[in-house]
Nanobody
Framework: QVQLVESGGGLVQPGGSLRLSCTAS????????MSWYRQAPGKERELVAA????????NYADSVKGRFTISRDNAKNTMYLQMNSLKPEDTAMYYC???????WGQGTQVTVSS
């Protein structure tokens, strides 16, 4: 059974940092393309960052380039999203996703506010 569980969200001040985690079970993250999406209230879900299978390449939404970094720890079967220089407009529910199994996590809330 494929399952994704996100963690690491919370309340942070503008300019702060958070690291989100997405722990997978039922498949191996090392060989699977994976992504982070986010959805703010009243807005559509949008792609934030993605990493290909074997980690050959990554891509980012223009709004987060230079501030967010997607990575994974194969030994822990976990994907991460390091978020630096956070802005209020980064406030959203963040989800991890694997297209190979069309599976979503339950989401973790990130709120950037002073």
């Amino acid at each position: 059974q494929v399952q994704l569980v996100e963690s690491g969200g919370g309340l942070v001040q503008p300019g702060g940092s958070l690291r989100l985690s997405c722990t997978a079970s039922g498949f191996t993250v090392r060989t699977s393309a994976m992504s982070w999406y986010r959805q703010a209230p009243g807005k559509e879900r949008e792609l934030v960052a993605a990493i290909t299978g074997l980690g050959i390449s990554t891509n980012y939404a223009d709004s987060v380039k230079g501030r967010f970094t997607i990575s994974r720890d194969n030994a822990k079967n976990t994907m991460y999203l390091q978020m630096n220089s956070l802005k209020p407009e980064d406030t959203a529910m963040y989800y991890c996703y694997t297209p190979r199994y069309d599976s979503w996590g339950q989401g973790t809330q990130v709120t950037v506010s002073s």
